[in-house]
């Protein structure tokens, strides 16, 4: 659920390619990571991924 993680957000390369790194905490081991051309399309889709989120978080919130 969001608002439960203390977000480190860090910056990087991958190949010569700017990278953003987005981890829960400093100690996460799998961090969410992308690069320019992902994050226009999230960008462009961030109300749809909004809409993702809050229809999926009740039904997450049911199951626990």
């Known amino acids: ?8 957000v860090d910056f990087g ?3 010569g390619n700017k990278m953003i790194i987005l981890k829960r905490d ?3 081991s799998f961090p969410f990571q992308f690069g320019l051309g992902k994050a226009k399309l999230i ?4 109300d749809e991924i909004q809409k993702f989120v809050n229809d999926n978080q009740e039904i997450e ?3 626990a």
């Open 1 to 8: 659920m969001m608002g439960e993680y203390n977000m480190v």
């Open 13 to 15: 390369e991958f190949k």
């Open 26 to 28: 400093d100690d996460d």
């Open 43 to 46: 960008v462009a889709n961030i």
């Open 61 to 63: 919130k049911e199951e």
